[in-house]
């Protein structure tokens, strides 16, 4: 039997929460190291804070009082006498500052060098790094947009429809497609704005709408000894309001050509800045399979979970050696692609409300087990879902043999899952999975947008799920426990999924 390598550190610490900072105590555990976790007042009994080896308060709910302060990080970092620390996704993870204020300190940063972050943090300057490269980029301009008159002029120059999108956006905010002339001053004005208040930068550029994409990223990995690697793509395109619901691994939509040219375009990529570490360079891919750059993601992705299970790796453990110093553990040609795998994402939000957030206590949860089945939770029975937080919940992960296979385990499984006590999307999923576009597996980015509707979902609700909803009707029309037990607290609590959800019980019983 081979020995365990000697762990390359003795304790880290994990700035973040819910899910993600369980999926990555979990690794540091099996390799030998103390998991120590953050949490804010509101996370005192979260899973995350509950799971951790060590855990150290960062003050209250509010994002930029906690899982955003960069002192509180270092100082608890330093508390707990870690020696690295690993930004998960979201927060700080992509945020240069805090990688150079982590290595001022005397830590290890889990993730790539600061210059890196700051080339591939902005989309601007990602995109004349991937020029100058001779990766194709979408077809727009290189330099920030200042008014109107120049924004038409171009969008004029490359045609409509054309995206305006902030230089420093992510998680889908900061975009809004014009298709016209007239439309373009105000909609230039609106997405400035939001960019300076949700990103702290107005900087926006204009660039080619790409109608009825699919959304193709590459997993890659780089080492401090010149070693870059590809682990394949993810097909990202079950989106809502631009951002990603469902991912699978292999894409079911492109050629095993296209393939090879997406990777070696993100190996490039990554060498480009000389990248260390896990990161994801992300594509939007045309009806003819011309595939373009969008953007570079500078940390572990949610999705990261269908490359692990595909190509049989894990992909946090990497991290950690290679943020230690250490080669990659594995050459490029020792990785390949095995069976198939999807991620649902589970979030509390009423997809029948235009996905609008959903809060309450966790009153029943149940995930699926067996094989093929992972879960990745960051929640508890009895926990209250905080307000302050993205609603990403857990993650249900399902491999098998080929395509038609993980679609019929991931059927199975999101019928045996259990989740009560507020609204969430794993009606929607199921939904999904008997679409014919989802099946063929030739769906776009509008795939959501134009094929669903609220009526779809009470008839993909269990039983108890109805009866779940009917009485949390019951007690809003009574007045009592809206909070608690509530549908949704702002606005207006009687959703159509409800008034369904009462309908189509009445009809069973
Ligand atoms: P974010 O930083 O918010 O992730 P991205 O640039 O990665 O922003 O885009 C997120 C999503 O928005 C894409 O997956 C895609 O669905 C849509 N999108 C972005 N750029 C374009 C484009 N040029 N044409 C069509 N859709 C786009
Ligand atoms: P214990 O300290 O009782 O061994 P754990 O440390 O595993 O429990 O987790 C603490 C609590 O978190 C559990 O009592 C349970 O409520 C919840 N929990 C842990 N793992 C899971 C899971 N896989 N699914 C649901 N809840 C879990
Ligand atoms: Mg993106």
């Known amino acids: 039997m081979s020995k365990p390598a000697p762990p390359p550190f ?8 819910g899910e993600i900072s369980v999926r990555v105590q979990q690794s540091l555990r099996e390799m030998g190291i103390v998991a120590c976790a953050v949490y804010s007042d509101p996370d005192r009994a979260a899973l995350h804070t509950i799971k951790a080896d ?53 830590l290890v940063f889990i993730g790539p060098q ?9 989309k601007l300057a990602a995109r004349r790094i991937m020029e100058d490269a001779g990766v194709p980029v979408v077809p727009g301009v290189t330099e920030p947009i200042h008014d109107s008159d120049q924004a038409i002029a171009i969008a004029e120059g490359i045609g409509y429809p ?5 230089a420093s956006g992510g998680g889908g905010k900061g975009m809004r497609v014009v298709t016209a002339s007239k439309d373009m001053a105000s909609a230039l ?41 590809h682990l394949f793509e993810r097909e990202c395109s079950v989106q809502r309001r631009h951002q990603k619901v469902i991912e699978e691994s292999p894409s079911p939509s492109i050629s095993q050509e296209t393939r090879e040219k997406l990777c070696a375009a993100a190996v490039a990529a990554a060498r480009s800045v000389d990248y260390h570490n896990a990161g994801t360079v ?22 990261h979970p269908i490359t692990e299970n595909v190509v049989g790796v894990d992909l946090v453990a990497a991290q950690v050696v290679v943020a230690a110093g250490q080669p990659l553990p594995w050459k490029q040609e020792e990785l390949t692609q095995r069976g198939h795998a999807i991620e649902f994402r589970i979030y509390a939000e009423d997809p029948s409300r235009n996905f609008a957030p959903s809060l309450g206590t966790v009153l029943r949860l149940r995930t699926p087990l067996g094989a093929g089945v992972r879960n990745d939770l960051g929640i508890r029975e009895g926990y209250e879902v905080p307000i302050f937080y993205d609603p990403i919940l857990a993650k249900l992960i399902v491999r098998a043999e080929n395509r038609a296979m993980a679609i019929a385990r991931g059927r199975r499984a999101l019928a045996d899952y259990r989740l009560l006590g507020f609204q969430h999307n794993i009606p929607l999923h199921r939904w999904v999975l008997e679409q014919p576009e989802f099946i063929s597996g030739h769906y776009s980015t509008r795939f959501l947008e134009e094929r669903f509707t609220a009526e779809e979902l009470t008839r993909h609700m269990g039983d108890d799920e109805l009866e779940a909803m009917a009485a949390a009707l019951a007690l809003i029309e009574s007045g009592v426990g809206e909070a608690k037990v509530s549908t949704g607290t702002t606005p207006p609590p009687l959703s159509p999924w409800g008034t369904n959800a009462r309908a189509a019980i009445g009809r069973r019983r």
Do not use: W
Not at 114 to 122: I, Y
């Open 10 to 17: 003795r304790k880290v610490m994990v700035a973040n929460r």
């Open 189 to 229: 004005e609106r997405t400035q704005g939001e960019a300076r208040s949700a990103f702290g930068d107005d900087a926006v550029f204009v660039e080619k709408f790409i109608e009825r994409p699919r959304h193709l990223e590459v997993q890659i990995m780089g080492d401090h000894h010149g070693q870059v690697v």
């Open 54 to 106: 060590e855990a150290f308060p960062i003050g209250p709910g509010p994002s930029h009082e906690s899982y955003l302060d960069i002192d509180k990080l270092i100082a608890a970092a330093h508390a707990m006498e870690c020696e690295a620390i690993h930004p998960g996704y979201g927060f700080l993870s992509e945020n240069a500052d805090f990688s150079q204020a982590v290595n001022d300190a005397g």
């Open 282 to 303: 992300e594509f939007i891919v045309d009806e003819d399979d011309n595939f373009y750059f969008l953007e570079m993601n500078t940390r572990l992705q949610v999705e």
């Open 162 to 166: 054309v995206l305006i999108k902030a």
């Open 114 to 122: 600061p210059a890196a972050m700051r080339d591939m943090g902005n």
